[in-house]
C-alpha cells in the first residue's frame, strides 16, 4: 500500500506549521492578499464564490480506508457534511474558513495527506489509470512511475515557478484510462517484441481554451532515463515557454508555436548535455519505491465462481450493475468495482460523510484496504473477490451508491460551474442532472451504450469538455447562461478533441438536444458499434440536422 | 406597481472565513443583501469603494467588487445569475449557504 517515506513526514509537517503562521499573519495584517494569494494557493486554498475552498491531493487517486474517513472527518467537522471528488484524482471541500485551515491540513498530515501542488505554477500531482495495479489490460502499475516523478518534482526549486501549471499523467496500460495524450507530459508504457519495456513520452497535450493533442517525442524510453529526459523537457519549457501571456504560458502553446520537430531537436539537444552516470535512476531506487505499491496477497481463485453467477440470475438489479460497474481483474476470481457517484439527478463526484464512511468500510473488509478516485468522478475498490460483489452491492444501495450507469449516458463529468466556481461563467451541475434525469431508464442507458458526456462551465475545461463524445461549454452570453454542444472528443489512446456541432442552446433546451443527437445516433448507429465511432464515421451532418434543420 | 431602482451594490468575502458581504449603509458588512446599500449615482459608488478599499487594509474583507442590482418594493435583487447565487447559496443544494441560514435576502431561487 501506497505509503509517505520520513522525507514527506517532515516536510508535511513543516508545511503545515509555515501555512499556520503565514494565516495568522494575514489575518492579522502583516501581509496582504497579494503577498498571502500565492502562499494559500501553494497549499490548495482558493476563494470561491461563497467560501474558501480547500483542494487535497489523493496521488494517484490512491487511498486507504483510514484515509477516507479522514477525509468523511473534515467534512463533518470543517465542511458541510460532503466533498467533491474532482476529475485531477482529487477532493475539494467548497465551505472553508480560512482559520480552520491550518487545522485540516495538520488533520490530514496525520494521514499522510496534504494540499501541496494542488494549484500553482509547478508540477502538479501526477495522475494515473484509476485501475493501476489491477486491470486485466496493464502491462505494469504505472504508480512507481508517477511516485519517483513526485518525489523528484516536489518543491523543486528549478521547477516551482513554471511559465504556468504543469500536469502529468501516467498509464500502464494499452486503454488509457488517465488521458495521457491530453496532459503537458503524458506517459505511456509499451511492451516490445523481446518483452523489454519502456516509456511513450508524449508532450504538449491540453484543454482549457486551447484544447491540442500530445505529440510524441520518444518512443521508448527506458525507465531509469525518464527523470533525466524530463527534466530535459523541462528546461526546454522553462527557458522558451512564454511568460508574457497567461492564455499562451502552458507547454502545449510552446511545442506548437515552434513545430514538434523543433521542439523535439531542442530537448534532443538538452538531453544529450547531461553527464549521463550521473542522472540515471538506480535500479535499487525504482524497487524501493515499487515496494510502495506492492499488490495485495491475492488468493488463488478460479475464474468462473458460481457463487457470483447464481447471484446474478438471483438478483436483476445486481446482475445489471455487475454487468456496467464491475472489470476484469488480473487476477482470476478477482473484480474491480467502480462506484458510481452519478446517481440519477444528482451531483457529479458529491460524496456526503456518511458515504465516505461506507465506502471505507467496505473497502476495509472486501477490498484489501484500499480505494481509488477516478478522473471521471467515481470511486473504485479495486481488489475486490468476485463472491464479495453481491455483499457490496447490497450495503451499496441503501446508500444510493449503487447506480449501475459506469460509462454511461448517467456517467457524467461535471466541474463545479458557477454554483461553488468564482471563474465559471455558466452553470455545469444543473445541466448534467437534466440530462441525468432525461435518461433516467437505465435501459434506456444500455440501449445506447458507452457515451461519456462531459460538461464544463467555463473554457478552463475542467469538466473535460474537450475530450467528451459530447461536450458541453457553459459560457456567458449578454448576462444569460448558454450552452455550446461538441462531439466527436476522446480522451483515450485514440484521443481527439471534440467540434463545436452548431449555435449553442439556453440551459433547458441541453438534455432535449441531447436526447436527439443519441436518438440519431441509435437509429443510424452499425451493429455494435459506439458512439464515438459513429460519430467517426458518419460526420456531423447527421446530427446537425437532427439539431437545427427541423427548427 | 412597486418602483425598480437600478444601481450597484458593493460586496466582498470576509477575510477570515470566506462568507460573502455587502456594505451597508452605516459602513459595516452584512451577510444579507437587504441590507446592503443601492448606490444609484457615481458619487455614491465612489464613497463604496473609498470605505471598501479602507476595510481591505484593515483585515475585514478581501476582493471586493461592485456589482449591478436592482431594487423592487424595497428589496434588493442581483441582475447576474453569477451574483444571485453568492447572495443566495448553490442552485443545485437549497440546504446550503444563505438562503439555507435566513440569510438569504427576498429572492429564493425556486424548489427544482
Known amino acids: 500500500m501506497y505509503r509517505y517515506d520520513e522525507f514527506d513526514h517532515q516536510f508535511v509537517r513543516e508545511r503545515t506549521a509555515q501555512f499556520r503562521d503565514q494565516a495568522d499573519r494575514r489575518l ?15 497549499n490548495g486554498l ?19 480506508s483510514r484515509q477516507m474517513r479522514q477525509l468523511a472527518y473534515i467534512a463533518d467537522k470543517w465542511d458541510r457534511g460532503y466533498g467533491h471528488f474532482t476529475t485531477r484524482q482529487n477532493i475539494q471541500y467548497n465551505w472553508i474558513k480560512l482559520e480552520d485551515t491550518a487545522d485540516i491540513l495538520a488533520a490530514l498530515a496525520e494521514v499522510e495527506m496534504h494540499a501541496i501542488q494542488t494549484s500553482g505554477n509547478c508540477i502538479r500531482n501526477v495522475t494515473t489509470d484509476h485501475w493501476a495495479g489491477a486491470a486485466a489490460d496493464e502491462i505494469s502499475d504505472p504508480r512507481p512511475v508517477g511516485e519517483l516523478l513526485r518525489q523528484w518534482s516536489s518543491l523543486h526549486p528549478e521547477f516551482s515557478y513554471l511559465p504556468r501549471k504543469f500536469k502529468i499523467a501516467v498509464t500502464g496500460a494499452p ?26 513520452v508524449m508532450v504538449g497535450g491540453g484543454q482549457g481554451r486551447t484544447p491540442m493533442i500530445a505529440v510524441t517525442v520518444r518512443d521508448f524510453l527506458p525507465e531509469k532515463e525518464l527523470v533525466a529526459y524530463i ?7 522553462n527557458l522558451y515557454g512564454r511568460r508574457d501571456n497567461k492564455y499562451k504560458a502552458r507547454i502545449k502553446i510552446l511545442v506548437h508555436e515552434i513545430g514538434a520537430e523543433k521542439f523535439k531537436a531542442e530537448v534532443e539537444a538538452e538531453y544529450a548535455r547531461r553527464p549521463e552516470q550521473t542522472t540515471h535512476v538506480e535500479e535499487k531506487e525504482l524497487q524501493r519505491i515499487a515496494a510502495y505499491f506492492a499488490p495485495p496477497v491475492f488468493e488463488k481463485l478460479s475464474r468462473f465462481t458460481p457463487a457470483f453467477e447464481e447471484a446474478k440470475l438471483l438478483h436483476p438489479g445486481f446482475a445489471r450493475w455487475a454487468r456496467n460497474n464491475l472489470a476484469a481483474h488480473r487476477v482470476d476470481g478477482y473484480t474491480i468495482v467502480n462506484i458510481s457517484l452519478k446517481p440519477e439527478g444528482g451531483i457529479p ?9 461506507l465506502m471505507a468500510d ?6 484489501h484496504d484500499e ?10 475498490l479495486p481488489h475486490v473477490r468476485k463472491d464479495d460483489a453481491l455483499a457490496i452491492w447490497q450495503a451499496l444501495v441503501p446508500a444510493e451508491l449503487a447506480t449501475a450507469n459506469y460509462g454511461l449516458a448517467g456517467d457524467i463529468i461535471a466541474c463545479p460551474g458557477m454554483d461553488y466556481c468564482s471563474l465559471a461563467t455558466a452553470r455545469s451541475i444543473p445541466i448534467s442532472q437534466a440530462i441525468s434525469r432525461k435518461f433516467a431508464d437505465l435501459d434506456v442507458q444500455e440501449k445506447i451504450g458507452p457515451v461519456k458526456i462531459n460538461i464544463s462551465g467555463c473554457i478552463n475545461a475542467c469538466g473535460h469538455h474537450h475530450v467528451g463524445h459530447i461536450g458541453i461549454l457553459g459560457l456567458d452570453k449578454k448576462g444569460e447562461e448558454f450552452y455550446q454542444i461538441t462531439l466527436g472528443g476522446s480522451s483515450t489512446e ?3 478533441i471534440g467540434s463545436i456541432l452548431g449555435p449553442g442552446f439556453a440551459g433547458h433546451e441541453v438534455a432535449g438536444a441531447i436526447e436527439k443527437i443519441l436518438t440519431t445516433y441509435v437509429k443510424l448507429r452499425q451493429p455494435g458499434e459506439e458512439f464515438l465511432y459513429a460519430y467517426r464515421r458518419l460526420g456531423p451532418q447527421p446530427f446537425k440536422e437532427a439539431l437545427y434543420a427541423a427548427a | 406597481m412597486s418602483e425598480i431602482e437600478k444601481g450597484q451594490v458593493m460586496t466582498a468575502n470576509r477575510l477570515r472565513d470566506g462568507e460573502v458581504v455587502f456594505l451597508t449603509r452605516s459602513g459595516e458588512w452584512n451577510e444579507r443583501i437587504d441590507e446592503a446599500v443601492l448606490a444609484l449615482e457615481p458619487q455614491a459608488t465612489a464613497a463604496l469603494e473609498a470605505r471598501a478599499k479602507d476595510d481591505v487594509k484593515a483585515t475585514l474583507v478581501t476582493g471586493p467588487y461592485l456589482f449591478d442590482a436592482e431594487r423592487v418594493g424595497g428589496k434588493i435583487r442581483a441582475l447576474h445569475m453569477r451574483e444571485r447565487i453568492r447572495t443566495l447559496g448553490p442552485t443545485v443544494r437549497l440546504d446550503l449557504g444563505k438562503q439555507a441560514e435566513g440569510t438569504a435576502g427576498a429572492f429564493a431561487f425556486k424548489e427544482a
Not at chain 1, 46 to 64: D, E, F, K
Not at chain 1, 351 to 357: L, P, V
Not at chain 1, 362 to 367: G, I, K, P, V
Open chain 1, 371 to 380: 480505494l481509488r478516485v477516478s478522473h471521471p468522478q467515481n470511486i473504485i
Open chain 1, 362 to 367: 467496505l473497502a476495509e473488509r472486501y477490498s
Open chain 1, 28 to 42: 492579522s495584517g502583516a501581509l496582504t492578499e497579494d503577498e498571502f494569494r500565492p502562499l494559500r494557493l501553494m
Open chain 1, 231 to 237: 527534466e530535459a523537457i523541462m528546461r526546454v519549457y
Open chain 1, 175 to 200: 486503454n488509457d484510462r488517465a488521458a495521457v495524450k491530453v496532459h503537458d507530459i503524458g506517459l505511456r508504457l509499451h511492451k516490445n517484441d523481446a518483452g523489454a519495456i519502456g516509456w511513450e
Open chain 1, 494 to 496: 485514440s484521443a481527439s
Open chain 1, 349 to 357: 463526484g458529491d460524496a456526503t460523510a456518511e458515504q465516505m464512511r
Open chain 1, 46 to 64: 482558493y476563494l470561491q464564490l461563497h467560501a474558501y475552498m480547500l483542494r487535497v491531493a489523493i496521488p494517484y487517486g490512491t487511498l486507504s
